[in-house]
């Protein structure tokens, strides 16, 4: 085996805490993972985990060396993209998260065209609402519309997208039509949840005046995917809050209408974020500007 396949394994696996966890990352068995950290430590003749039942613990030695091994793969990164770059022939994997609104619209339909201009580049799509733990899951580019808490990432503002409040014509007939945040609360409007963990969605901001106010809302369904609380809110099950983008469509024949349009949801900004020194790369240079440039046309077409 590669020596610097066993480093690149320990890395992953010190990150991930597990070694089927990072096997499945590196598209291995977990016997090969396991085999591939057995031949490291018997090559530095020091044990570099801990063994427990829950999760792998990095010894003191492993703790010193994944330090190294990180200076060492991004050394190898920085000398392969130089050398691409050079060559006029970016080539490799490129792993990239999205939320599925975006992702379904933007990233995915221009996916086969950047692979038809760059053929010897791969691009491994991970498409979910849920927060994506760049670091952790080995994920080279994320598009995102949450507010991040401070992080080394680095980050590139793509565009403002306007969030909507709507329901479907239906839901308003018998519940009534909420002119604002106030209204929706106190009329017991059933507000359809983008939930999962870590979530802070089912608190929703609507501008009042010249500031924006939180409301605590609640309804009968919640989801982590958002397509599903679109679905639920065309067949009259309750109000969404969305980007305007994702409801246009919907909006402009009439199957959802908008409402609280005179105190909207604060908007959100689609961002492109990355671990700074993969920017070095020419792949994911290129993959970055191609995106964001197909993001924004998109985002123009459907304001």
Same mark, same amino acid.
């Given at each position: 085996?590669?020596?610097?396949?066993?480093?690149?394994?320990?890395?992953?696996?010190?990150?991930?805490?597990?070694?089927?966890?990072?096997?499945?990352?590196?598209?291995?068995? =977990?016997? @090969?993972?396991?085999?591939?950290?057995?031949?490291?430590?018997?090559?530095?003749?020091? /044990? #570099?985990?801990? *063994?427990?039942?829950?999760?792998?613990?990095?010894?003191?030695?492993?703790?010193?060396?994944?330090?190294?091994?990180?200076?060492?793969?991004?050394?190898?990164?920085?000398?392969?993209?130089?050398?691409?770059?050079?060559?006029?022939?970016?080539?490799?994997?490129?792993?990239?998260?999205?939320?599925?609104?975006?992702?379904?619209?933007?990233?995915? =339909?221009? @996916?086969?065209?950047?692979?038809?201009?760059?053929?010897?580049?791969?691009?491994?799509? /991970? #498409?979910?609402? *849920?927060?994506?733990?760049?670091?952790?899951?080995?994920?080279?580019?994320?598009?995102?519309?949450?507010?991040?808490?401070?992080?080394?990432?680095?980050?590139?503002?793509?565009?403002?997208?306007?969030?909507?409040?709507?329901?479907?014509?239906?839901?308003?007939?018998?519940?009534?039509?909420?002119?604002?945040?106030?209204?929706?609360?106190?009329?017991?409007?059933?507000?359809?949840?983008?939930?999962?963990?870590?979530?802070?969605?089912?608190?929703?901001? #609507?501008?009042?005046?010249?500031?924006?106010?939180?409301?605590?809302?609640?309804?009968?369904?919640?989801?982590?995917?958002?397509?599903?609380?679109?679905?639920?809110?065309?067949?009259?099950?309750?109000?969404?809050?969305?980007?305007?983008?994702?409801?246009?469509?919907?909006?402009?024949?009439?199957?959802?209408?908008?409402?609280?349009?005179?105190?909207?949801?604060?908007?959100?900004?689609?961002?492109?974020?990355?671990?700074?020194?993969?920017?070095?790369?020419?792949?994911?240079?290129?993959?970055?500007?191609?995106?964001?440039?197909?993001?924004?046309?998109?985002?123009?077409?459907?304001?």
């Amino acid at each position: 085996m590669s020596y610097v396949d066993n480093i690149r394994m320990f890395v992953r696996v010190f990150e991930l805490g597990s070694m089927s966890a990072a096997a499945r990352d590196q598209r291995v068995s =977990p016997a @090969v993972s396991s085999s591939r950290i057995a031949e490291l430590e018997r090559h530095l003749n020091v /044990r #570099l985990f801990n *063994r427990t039942t829950r999760r792998l613990q990095p010894t003191e030695h492993g703790k010193v060396f994944y330090d190294g091994a990180t200076q060492i793969l991004e050394t190898i990164e920085r000398s392969e993209a130089a050398i691409a770059e050079i060559s006029n022939n970016p080539r490799g994997s490129i792993f990239v998260g999205a939320p599925l609104g975006v992702g379904r619209r933007f990233i995915a =339909p221009y @996916v086969p065209y950047f692979k038809e201009k760059y053929p010897l580049i791969d691009v491994r799509l /991970r #498409l979910s609402d *849920r927060f994506i733990d760049i670091t952790a899951e080995g994920i080279d580019v994320a598009f995102s519309m949450h507010k991040l808490p401070d992080s080394n990432l680095k980050r590139r503002v793509i565009a403002d997208c306007e969030r909507v409040l709507c329901g479907s014509p239906d839901y308003l007939a018998i519940k009534g039509t909420p002119k604002n945040g106030v209204e929706l609360v106190k009329n017991n409007h059933h507000c359809l949840l983008l939930r999962f963990p870590g979530t802070a969605e089912f608190r929703w901001t #609507l501008k009042t005046d010249n500031s924006y106010k939180e409301y605590d809302v609640k309804g009968p369904f919640e989801s982590d995917d958002g397509d599903v609380l679109t679905q639920w809110a065309l067949d009259g099950r309750g109000i969404i809050n969305k980007p305007r983008f994702e409801v246009a469509e919907h909006l402009n024949t009439g199957a959802l209408v908008e409402v609280c349009a005179e105190t909207p949801p604060s908007p959100v900004q689609l961002s492109c974020l990355y671990p700074h020194r993969r920017y070095q790369d020419p792949k994911i240079r290129l993959f970055i500007d191609y995106m964001a440039q197909k993001c924004s046309q998109e985002l123009k077409k459907r304001a």
